[in-house]
């Protein structure tokens, strides 16, 4: 069931370099520049770039508390923003609220209690269009093309679903908006094995249909075989930067993150 | 689905919830006493009757005032203990429009605000009841509405807004603060005396077996309002955007605020519709019982306590099963103990069953 898709590298240099923003200026959606972050006084970004251009898929890759949900969570205005600036379609949005941000066309996955256990998955949609006057049709219509086990379920309560459905609902919610980016965190986390292929696959086809995806992901290796481009952070700090099967093949890279 | 199965599931559902057959049994007994009391003649069938019509009436009472409760627990996590005199204020604003209504140009105007205090108005010389002064009492719902919604904003923008974010405990205290200062400002304005409110309410009497079972108007009007308002929240929680809304936060407040729903304007709501049911309930609480005092709703929120805690905190529909609940406790338990313990007996029925099943009775369910 998994048709690989196999990507074309965007045209750019090959060699990982401790370069931290791409050499494609002028047509990045996302930019984040500088970025100290944290949560109350304790700061867990340190100087942080990020781009993530229009359409594209980029993946954040690195141990466990190298602060990768910290930089989605703080692009989505839910840390203490501590310096820095984050600018998505040459707007600066740094510090804006949750609320604000949504507006502007970013949608967020978080990786725990990402819908709403008690409302049926109809209504869970149509939460994620409240900011619109009324849920709009295509988009819902466009969701259950993608996700149809949510249309034949759509009276059941999400919280009876699979860890699986509910992921799919979690990204169907976001993308009642039709967001021009879509932050995902760990989407893969908690799914069984033969479902984490088949995820993949559904970020692969929202990402073609021209979504640009910005993901953290554990499961390093899948995600920089899929993404265009990859981060590795460790620390707060930005590591290395470059195409993902470059990172993929680096040895360093290899060696140090990614367990030899 | 043979004998022994049915005799196996039976010991094993023994085991395990002792509890739950201990309370079926005591249940059985008082069903078997009442039984031999009914055949003996000991009680009366239209006794009887008439105390669960009256546990009914309390419990739609207390449902009523609870599901405001409930609702300010669900979204802002915490018990306010201010809601039994957000009761009494929307009964004194209410009663006072229906003194003015009913009785202008028959008495001074200012005893009729204070709704008589010192004995200045009596509600029944003003011939007060749904069916005498029905455009007054009307008036009076409407005003006691409106003033506990005012009321309640006002609270929330002085008193809970500025600690949103603090634990639940420091928000009870600052509730328990509110308390009395609203019930202490009451009394200041319209007295400390119990008044009567109405006049008596024309009745019917239901045939049943051996005697009458009284239904009086205010029975009705408080059946006809409760169950309206009840089926209204419904309505709203489950078919408007804001309902939705409302049960998303009660579900997941981080996530609501991820989702772009305006979570201070939601509680903004949940003030309104709260504290409006509140107030009416307050209203209708007092056209049942026609008195007033200062400390009625103070009073009423221990039942209300009960009743949420019952139904499963957080759950309006809990806090209407439990409401019922409670309120035939109260009344019904007089078969069996002495009356001065009927209060008492409700908190213990409230206990034992917590006791059964930990979460209250409707928690899990669709909350708000």
Sequence with gaps: MSADTERDPPSGDGDVSRKTVPDREGQSLLEVRGLDAGYGDLQILTDVDMDVAGGEYVTIVGPNGAGKSTVMKSIFGLTSHMGGTVTFEGEDITGLRPEEIIHEGIGYVPQNDNVFASLTVRENLEMGAYILDSVPQDALDAVFERFPILEERQSQKAGTMSGGQQQMLAMGRALMLEPSLLLLDEPSAGLAPDFVDDMFDRIDAINDDGTAVLMVEQNAKEALRRCDRGYVLANGRNRYMDDGDVLLNDEQVRKDFLGG | ?368
């Design chain 2, 1 to 368: 689905m043979g004998i022994a199965e049915t005799y196996t599931r039976g010991r094993q559902f023994a085991v395990t919830r002792p509890g739950s057959v201990l309370l079926a049994l005591v249940g059985v007994v008082l069903l078997f006493d009442l039984l031999a009391g009914l055949a003996t003649g000991q009680h009366s069938f239209s006794g009887v009757g008439s105390l669960v019509w009256d546990g009914l009436m309390r419990g739609l009472v207390v449902g009523l005032a609870g599901i405001g409760l409930s609702m300010t627990y669900s979204i802002l996590n915490f018990a306010n203990f201010a809601h039994g005199d957000y009761i009494t204020a929307g009964a004194f604003s209410g009663w006072a429009t229906t003194y003015l209504v009913a009785g202008l140009g028959r008495a001074d105007v200012g005893a009729l605000l204070l709704v008589g205090a010192g004995g200045s108005v009596f509600g029944g010389s003003l011939g007060i009841g749904v069916t005498g002064t029905p455009l007054a009492v009307l008036a009076g719902i409407l005003v006691s509405g409106v003033v506990t919604v005012g009321l309640a904003l006002f609270v929330d923008r002085t008193a809970f807004r500025p600690i949103r974010d603090a634990d639940g405990i420091t928000l009870l205290i600052t509730s328990i603060g509110v308390a009395f200062a609203l019930r202490y400002l009451m009394q200041f304005v319209f007295g400390a005396s119990v008044r009567g409110t109405t006049a008596q309410p024309p009745a019917v009497g239901l045939y049943l077996v051996d005697g009458f079972v009284r239904i009086d108007a205010h029975d009705v009007a408080l059946v006809v309002v409760a169950g309206a308002l009840m089926l209204a929240v419904h309505l709203l929680l489950q078919l408007t955007k804001l309902g939705k809304a409302m049960r998303a936060m009660a579900d997941n407040e981080d996530l609501a605020q991820i989702t772009g729903i305006p979570t201070e304007r939601v509680v903004r709501a949940v003030w309104v519709i709260g504290g409006g049911l509140t107030g009416v309930a307050g209203y209708m609480f007092i056209l049942w019982k026609g008195t007033l005092g200062f400390n009625d709703g103070w009073l009423l929120l221990l039942l209300i306590f009960a009743a949420v805690i019952l139904g499963g905190i957080g759950s309006i529909y809990g806090a209407i099963v439990g409401g019922l609940a409670i309120g035939l406790t109260a009344s019904v338990s007089v078969i069996w103990i002495p009356s001065a313990f009927a209060r008492a007996a409700a908190f213990f029925v409230m206990i034992v069953l917590l006791l059964v099943k930990p979460e209250g009775l409707f928690s899990g369910r669709t909350t708000a």
